[in-house]
């Protein structure tokens, strides 16, 4: 009898934390969940005001307008609770090739990033990608894992996105010190893929051409072989994140087709 209960108080335990824990990515890969969207939400509107008081921020309306239409252009394609999330963005007069996301869909986009994403499509590559980390709970997980760990990490400090190496330091100076180690540990590799498999499709749902996103990578590590990009310094191998992305040409293109079909073709200009 005794057995018998203490196997089913293991039974319930197991059941409540699979419960507490369990949830799926977009792409179906299963997530430990632990923490509270919406305190990491009000966390990364907090973070996200300090950066826009601390960062110099482009004051020029065309480039403002022009990364602000692609990233509209992508948020209208996002379905489910996140197209009711309080998205912004920030355009940052610095020359470092990133662009990264605060929880709660606070982008980042540096001027650098529009000399290698010279068209509108490249630059919806980038855009749908940060927006994919967020829609994918990418911040939750990781603050989660943080803390299962015990790695003390600031939870609420915890910035989704690109390379953190040397872009950081505006961001570091902005923030406080107890930020700086959520801030600077990169994304795992899973993350960063599932963010190109899902940023692929809501660009190409947009109405951006897929295909541009492998010209982008393809510069990308061109640069790289003198200096490598920020932006690339913490993602997925440029090859291979080149095959993944062609990988996802059937599908991001029939949804190109569509989006076309339906009278969907952005037309953002810098
Ligand atoms: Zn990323």
New binding site residues.
């Given amino acids: 009898m005794i057995g018998n209960s203490l196997f089913r108080f293991s039974v319930i335990f197991i059941s409540i934390i699979s419960i507490i824990s369990c949830a799926s990515s977009p792409t179906g890969r299963s997530q430990m969940i632990l923490k509270s969207d919406a305190s990491l939400e009000q966390e990364g509107a907090r973070q996200f005001r300090k950066l826009r008081e601390s960062l110099p921020l482009v004051q020029d309306p065309r480039t403002i307008d022009y990364v602000a239409c692609v990233t509209n252009s992508i948020i209208d394609v996002v379905d489910g609770d996140y197209a009711d999330l309080y998205w912004e963005l920030a355009v940052v007069d610095q020359p470092d090739v990133n662009a990264y996301v605060l929880p709660g869909g606070k982008i980042v986009v540096n001027t650098g990033i529009l000399n290698m994403a010279t068209n509108q499509d490249q630059l919806a590559a980038v855009i749908g990608?940060?927006v994919a980390?967020v829609t994918s709970r990418h911040a939750n997980e990781r603050a989660s894992r943080a803390a299962v760990t015990g790695v003390g990490v600031d939870i609420a400090a915890i910035i989704?996105?690109?390379g953190y190496r040397n872009q950081t330091q505006g961001a570091r100076d902005a923030l406080s010190t107890g930020a700086v180690l959520g801030l600077l540990n990169p994304?795992s590799r899973l993350?960063?893929t599932e963010?190109d498999v899902i940023g692929i499709e809501y660009m190409a749902k947009a109405g951006f051409d897929p295909r541009e996103s492998v010209e982008l990578w393809k510069k990308m590590n061109a640069k790289n072989a003198s200096k490598i990009p920020e932006y690339l310094s913490t993602?997925p191998s440029g090859e291979t994140r080149i095959d993944d992305l062609i990988a996802q040409y059937p599908s991001a293109l029939e949804y190109f087709n569509n989006a076309k079909a339906n009278g969907l073709s952005p037309n953002c200009n810098l």
């Fill in positions: 990608h940060e980390h989704l996105g690109g994304f993350q960063e963010a993602h």
